[in-house]
């Protein structure tokens, strides 16, 4: 079973910029998850998508972050503008139903500077 | 209350020794506690899990203990061995949306 795939592995942008992340999640999974990752801490959800509709985004701050998953299957996550401290580890993960584990992406390292 | 906190934030452990990494929560409505292992570059990955109607659950070198009155919950690495060093994550969950609420991760060295 192919793993989830996300792309870059790593961007650098200066602030003020844009910047796009995608993932491929499992094949079958229904439910796809975005997190952040800050150095030295641990995940952050930013956004959650059953198929192709938000179950929850309480914590994307919407001012400058917006995600799509179209058709269910791939997903895309873009920063406009950038801040510094949106520099991080940007993960995706996937999972087939609820309650149940799911499996992560190596995830895309953001540094603004 | 939706809180997980995590204990050590790093640790050292000699090569055979015990590695020994605790987490508390207080909402009583959390229903699945895993484990989480990350190595550098990799997204974080699922280790072990335990549900609140069980105490103790063993896979191979690695044990969960939970403690429902407690409110806490700890990983157990037995024999640690120098593969095993990489960061550390318990977390909770509760409901069908099953979002997982993170503790802050734990660094594990195991000294050859």
């Known amino acids: 079973e192919a793993g989830v795939a996300q792309s870059p592995r790593y961007k650098i942008i200066e602030k003020r910029q844009s910047v796009a992340f995608w993932c491929n999640p499992i094949?079958?999974?229904?439910?796809l998850y975005w997190y952040q990752q800050i150095l030295g801490q641990g995940p952050k959800l930013l956004i959650q998508?059953?198929?192709?509709?938000?179950?929850?985004d309480s914590q994307l701050p919407k001012d400058r972050f917006s995600a799509e998953r179209l058709k269910g299957v791939d997903s895309t996550l873009k920063i406009q503008p950038a801040k510094l401290e949106d520099s991080a580890v940007y993960l995706c993960a996937s999972s087939p139903v609820a309650n149940y584990g799911y499996t992560f992406g190596s995830g895309t390292r953001l540094t603004v500077v | 209350q939706q809180q997980v906190k995590q204990s050590p934030q790093s640790l050292i452990v000699q090569k055979g020794g015990i590695s020994i990494i605790n987490c508390a929560y207080e909402?009583?409505?959390?229903?699945?506690f895993p484990w989480y292992q990350q190595f550098p570059g990799k997204g974080p990955a699922l280790l072990i899990a335990i549900r609140p109607d069980v105490s103790e659950k063993k896979e191979g070198r690695f044990t969960i203990s939970f403690n429902k009155s407690a409110k806490q919950f700890s990983l157990h690495i037995m024999d640690s061995q120098p593969g095993d060093s990489a960061t550390y994550f318990c977390a909770a969950s509760k409901g069908s949306n099953y979002q997982l609420i993170w503790g802050a991760g734990t660094k594990l060295i195991i000294k050859p």
């Open positions: 909402n009583t409505a959390f229903d699945y």
């Open positions: 998508f059953q198929n192709n509709g938000v179950v929850d």
């Open positions: 094949s079958g999974h229904a439910t």
